[in-house]
């Protein structure tokens, strides 16, 4: 059984970071982990497909679920909900402090929760020990990210499932131009990208190659989008997505991208635009060799 209620305060383990790759670049979430939600929460009508998802993976006799990259647990809740026993894993423990305030507002959940602070390619749990694995947009953040695709395999018992949530999102032309442009004001002061890697369909073809029976579900799809007008009195908020950036080197990337926009014949009202449609991509463990 995974911690009580009582239990969840004293069940965070700290457990030994060990990246595999220094020279990648990483995004560190600890500074984000309040408006995170705010920034990357999903659609209600999202959140209630991702939730009809998993209670039917209950239904079939499923039980315990590990998620490494859990976060502030926007899908971490509504496996909750549903009926699973999760652990929730991540290497940002303030990421998982807003999970357990968030948690405090639903008792009837906390119970079934456990919190551990740890690195996706050493999970602190032994072999076959979850009937579910999910890793929800948090593989192109880990350098090794097969390896952490290799660990969550680990530890979930063969005919149990690994889950890939995906939110895949087309842009619109100006939207497309505008991030394009974006990167390269940033990059242009010494900002170094993630990769984005693995892609979905890597990642996709990857869990293929170590399950059987993989099966991929679109359950939801939605519209976002702001006006030029909009994105621009945003830009301060991204500054902590840039902290490696020097206050002048921010300055000099906002002043540049600001006189791309004058130019780029995108007026104040153009929509910046697009689509996601969230997937869930299923492979099922085959028997250990």
Do not use: N
């Not at 998620?67 to 971490?76: K, L, S, V, Y």
């Not at 869990?207 to 006006?227: H, V, Y």
């Not at 994105?231 to 020097?246: E, K, N, V």
């Amino acid at each position: 059984m995974l911690a009580g209620a009582e239990h969840v305060r004293d069940c965070v383990r700290l457990v030994v970071r060990m990246p595999a790759d220094e020279s990648r670049p990483r995004l560190s979430f600890d500074r984000l982990a309040e408006t995170f939600d705010d920034q990357r929460s999903l659609p209600p009508a999202a959140v209630g497909a991702l939730h009809d998802a998993f209670a039917a993976l209950v239904d079939e006799g499923l039980a315990t679920m590990c998620e490494p990259g859990a976060g502030t647990g926007r899908i971490a809740i509504p496996a909750l909900a549903a009926g699973f026993e999760v652990a929730a894993l991540d290497i940002s423990a303030p990421m998982l402090a807003t999970l357990r305030h968030r948690l405090d507002t639903l008792p009837e959940l906390v119970g079934r929760c456990e919190i551990v602070v740890g690195d996706a390619t050493s999970l602190p749990f032994g072999d076959d020990r979850f009937d579910v694995g999910v890793l929800a947009q948090v593989l192109y953040l880990i350098p090794a990210w097969q390896l952490a695709l290799d660990e969550l395999i680990r530890v979930v018992r063969p005919g149990g499932r690994v889950l890939l949530v995906q939110e895949r999102t087309h842009m619109s032309p100006a939207l497309a131009a505008w991030d394009a442009a974006w990167r390269e004001a940033v990059e242009s002061v010494g900002h170094r990208p993630i990769p984005q890697e693995p892609d979905d369909a890597t990642a996709a073809a990857a869990l293929s190659e170590r399950t059987i029976a993989l099966t991929e579900s679109a359950l939801a799809s939605w519209t976002f989008g702001q006006t030029v007008a909009e994105a621009l009195d945003g830009l301060d908020r991204m500054r902590p997505l840039f902290d490696t950036l020097s206050d002048d080197a921010w300055a000099t990337a906002v002043s540049s991208f600001r006189r791309w926009q004058r130019g780029s014949g995108l007026s104040l009202d153009v929509p910046l635009d697009g689509t996601v449609t969230l997937t869930v991509v299923s492979g099922i463990v085959p028997p250990r060799r």
